[in-house]
Nanobody, 124 residues
Framework: QVQLVESGGDSVQAGGSLRLSCAVS????????MGWFRQFQGNEREGVAA???????NYAESVKGRFTISKDNAKNTLYLQMNSLKPEDTAMYYC??????????????????RGQGTQVTVSS
């Protein structure tokens, strides 16, 4: 059974940093497109960052230069390093995995697999 379990969400002040982790079990992370999407309070979803099977990455414009996605295949774990956080980054962050070709960040929210989410709150 595929499982994605996020951790690392917290409340921080603007300008701060957080590192989210996603522990993957039930399959090998390197075989999937993986990434993070977020859901805002009004239920709008936004793909944040994606990492493909070959390690190539792509990001939403809103987080470029501030967020970094990475994965450790040996640990079957996905990470999202978030720096220079802004109040508008406040959202529930979900880890996702899919078998889509291209690994587009905008499609992460409709991935076949996702975790339960971890809350990130940024105060001004």
């Amino acid at each position: 059974q595929v499982q994605l379990v996020e951790s690392g969400g917290d409340s921080v002040q603007a300008g701060g940093s957080l590192r989210l982790s996603c522990a993957v079990s039930g399959y090998t992370a390197r075989r999937y497109c993986m990434g993070w999407f977020r859901q805002f309070q009004g239920n709008e979803r936004e793909g944040v960052a994606a990492i493909d099977r070959d390690g190539s990455t792509n990001y939403a414009e809103s987080v470029k230069g501030r967020f970094t996605i990475s994965k450790d295949n040996a640990k079957n774990t996905l990470y999202l390093q978030m720096n220079s956080l802004k109040p508008e980054d406040t959202a529930m962050y979900y880890c996702a995995a899919n078998t889509f070709g291209g690994c587009a960040v905008r499609l992460l929210s409709i991935s076949e697999y996702r975790g339960q989410g971890t809350q990130v709150t940024v105060s001004s």
